[in-house]
């Protein structure tokens, strides 16, 4: 890994890296624009901007089917993101990258067709503080095929509880779903420990890494989990795109979940014969830009390197835990061991929403709401929070405009 940020003039770096993104420079409401929304999608760099107006108009063809120069050129193109991503994750193969529309959908991958290989009995373990993408298809898993829900309880501080944890796990755990990072909390979790766990007991694991490949470096092989999850919109790249990391040795074994163009080897009306992963998994036509960008900005990321990346991000999300703290009025909602990216927390007496529609005013972007992950919100008895959550591209500015924005809101409140 590169060494963190120049010691000498780490603002300057950070300006450097701001200038990547020409949004961050457009007023809103007339206002500066201190985009703290990252959780839920991050802004682009002008490189993942730029490959998709390149791939539309110089490259656009339809992949793995054409026999002319276009097609030719968009199939290497889509491959060769593939084969980026199985370097950015440290997959052992391409084949192991399957694009999908995001993590939601790589999830539901797994519960539809990793999903038919469970029997009535067996359990699917996940946490109290999943996202309901981690939580939905397990259920709908349950409803179909009879297998048992357990979900692990999280502590007052927001981490999953260790003991809960292991006393959950048993021969009859088929498969472990677990967030690396919580999207409502910015808890990590240990899961290199918890997929050791989950290993010992037979089961497969499957990571939500949705909140966590923009801000850490992950390594699939070495962490030897089963399946990854993630989003391209949150790691600087296009909407619409994902990826599922799956060992070749369970994918192989895995059964398609839909049907269509692509994923064939053979089609007659008696039956159909399947191509092998990731094609299998991967009917119609792919988002072959988005996928593009994907590749683009694993590019950017590792060209600015996770060690400056995690320096800043850990400086910045203390700076504002601090400035929080110092506020009477503000109280944090989870204060988890480990964090990344996301401080949740709830103006006394003043609801969420109207929280966030000040801030907007002031140019503030954040999230107000229940984040998707209704159980989290239930557990600390609240509606929803405010979610301020950072990118690299995040300043100190930006957090003292979140601040005296905050102030306003008490003043308006009372
Ligand atoms: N999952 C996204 C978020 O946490 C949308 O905001």
Same mark, same amino acid.
């Given at each position: ?183 409502? +909390?910015?808890?990590?979790?240990? !899961? ?9 007991? &037979? $089961?497969?694991?499957? /990571? ?115 400035? +929080?703290?110092?506020?009477?009025? !503000? ?9 990344? &990216? $996301?401080?949740?927390? /709830? ?68």
């Amino acid at each position: 890994m590169k060494s963190g940020l120049p010691q000498n003039d780490p603002e300057s770096a950070i300006k450097a890296w701001r200038k990547a993104f020409p949004i961050l420079f457009l007023p809103v409401r007339g206002k500066r624009l201190a985009y703290l929304d990252n959780g839920a999608t991050t802004q682009k760099p002008s490189t993942v901007i730029e490959s998709l107006e390149r791939y539309y108009g110089e490259t656009n063809a339809n992949v793995h089917r054409g026999v002319h120069d276009l097609s030719e050129r968009a199939t290497a193109a889509y491959e060769q993101a593939r084969a980026g991503m199985a370097d950015f994750i440290g997959a052992s193969a391409p084949e192991e990258i399957i694009f999908t529309r995001g993590t939601t959908e790589a999830i539901n991958l797994v519960a539809w067709s990793y999903g038919e290989l469970l029997n009535p009995g067996d359990e699917v373990l996940i946490s109290a503080l999943e996202h309901h993408s981690n939580i939905v298809p397990w259920q709908m898993l349950r409803d179909r095929r009879g297998i048992t829900l357990k979900v692990v309880p999280i502590t007052r501080e927001g981490d999953i509880n260790p003991d809960d944890f292991s006393s959950a796990l048993s021969e009859k755990t088929a498969l472990v779903a677990l967030a690396h990072v919580s999207n409502a +909390l910015g808890t990590v979790n240990p !899961i290199a420990d918890m997929i050791a766990q989950a290993h010992a007991q &037979g $089961a497969v694991v499957l /990571i939500d890494g949705a909140q966590a490949v923009a801000h850490m470096p992950v390594e699939v092989q070495k962490l030897d989990c089963d399946f990854y999850a993630f989003s391209g919109h949150k790691m600087y790249g296009p909407t619409g795109i994902g990826v599922l990391y799956g060992k070749s040795s369970l994918l192989e074994r895995m059964p398609p979940w839909q049907g269509g163009g692509d994923m064939i080897r053979t089609v007659e009306f008696e039956r159909s014969t399947y191509a092998p992963p990731p094609y299998k998994f991967e009917a119609g036509t792919p988002h072959i830009a988005g996928a593009i960008g994907m590749g683009k900005a694993a590019e950017y990321i590792r060209q600015v390197g996770f060690a400056p990346i995690m320096e800043h991000e850990t400086i910045l999300l203390d700076y504002a835990l601090q400035q +929080l703290q110092s506020l009477e009025f !503000i109280r944090l909602i989870g204060t988890p061991q480990v964090r990344s &990216g $996301a401080i949740s927390f /709830i103006v006394t007496d003043v609801h969420p929403h109207d929280v966030g529609t000040i801030l907007d005013h002031h140019g503030v972007a954040i999230r107000a709401g229940h984040h998707c992950a209704m159980p989290v919100m239930q557990f600390y008895q609240v509606p929803a929070t405010v979610r301020a959550s950072f990118a690299l591209y995040n300043n100190h500015e930006d957090v003292d405009q979140l601040i005296d924005s905050l102030q306003q809101v008490r003043e308006m409140f009372g």
